[in-house]
């Protein structure tokens, strides 16, 4: 194979992938939209980010939520990008102005349910899903992320308490202009949103991490090699007491095998010292590949 195909090839991986991302980016955008206009607005669930603010704007002054949006969007993509520079890419400009669009073009959608704790449940599922497929897709809806972001470069505060702390004050706004009870069921939106958008990222196999430490080190290795068949690390540690010489062995394992993991140290060496951790992501032979991402 020569230099020329090889190049050719890569260029179409390289668009394939491109091609992906933006079908992720409009996806998630839709899936946001529909359920924006089903569960959320009609029921005047806030449940924070610029959609929060937009139905918040439209009780008091009457405004579409999506003009809301671009009138929020819009300027702070622009201040961002300004400010940040290339952290903002043309997946953020496509997410800030096509999600209100999507949201103005399904705005004749009827709402699913008039409950409020089913709005709230279903719709941060939805949007939990689409944000996570946003994410996939390496983009953003703009609005409040691009905010937060600016907060954060400006006061050193961490990016994940900015982004908290807008979210808690547009959801302590819709509690002051709608109601204190939509409030709280705008909480528990948010929370579903934030769970959803870990298992479309993650999924629902999540492993373990488990460091082990036992003076039996080499008979719990031969354990786990043959009778678990996972693979492990051997870590050389000193004992911050005694000052002596141990060996920590690292294993990585399937959430439904971490029973079984537990008891073959505990059969090999009961007085063996176990920390067991979740790990959101383990790439790799025997659990996911690189590229399924």
Not at 19 to 34: C, F, P, T
Not at 52 to 73: D, F, K, M, T
Not at 245 to 268: G, I
Request: glycine letters at 12%.
């Amino acid at each position: 194979m020569n230099g020329t195909t090889k190049r050719r090839q890569a260029n179409i991986g390289r668009s394939g992938h491109w091609l992906k991302e933006y079908i992720l980016l409009l996806l998630g955008s839709l899936l946001i939209a529909v359920s924006f206009n089903v569960f959320l607005s009609p029921n005047q669930v806030a449940s924070g980010g610029v959609s929060g603010i937009s139905i918040i704007v439209r009780h008091i002054l009457g405004i579409e939520p999506a003009y809301a949006q671009w009138a929020l969007n819009i300027p702070l993509f622009l201040l961002g990008l300004w400010l940040l520079g290339r952290q903002f890419s043309v997946k953020t400009a496509v997410g800030s102005i096509f999600l209100p669009l999507l949201v103005l073009l399904t705005r004749g959608l009827p709402a699913l349910t008039d409950n409020l704790l089913l709005a709230s449940i279903y719709g941060g599922i939805l949007i939990g899903i689409g944000l996570g497929l946003v994410f996939r897709g390496k983009g953003s809806t703009g609005g409040l992320d691009l905010a937060a972001q600016l907060v954060h470069k400006f006061t050193g505060i961490s990016l994940g308490l900015c982004v908290a702390m807008l979210d808690g004050l547009v959801i302590l706004a819709a509690g002051l202009v709608l109601s204190p009870e939509k409030a709280l069921y705008a909480l528990i939106g948010l929370f579903v949103t934030g769970k959803t958008i870990n298992v479309v990222q993650i999924g629902f196999n999540y492993s373990k991490v488990a460091f082990i430490i036992s003076a039996h080190a080499e008979a719990i290795r031969e354990a786990v090699l043959h009778d678990l068949d996972r693979g492990l690390t051997m870590l050389q540690a000193t004992g911050g007491y005694t000052g002596e010489f141990r060996t920590v062995l690292m294993v990585v394992v399937r959430h439904t095998e971490t029973s079984r993991l537990k008891e073959l140290v505990k059969m090999t060496d009961p007085g063996a010292f176990v920390i067991l951790s979740d790990t959101n992501e383990v790439l790799g032979e025997g659990f996911q590949f690189h590229g399924s991402a």
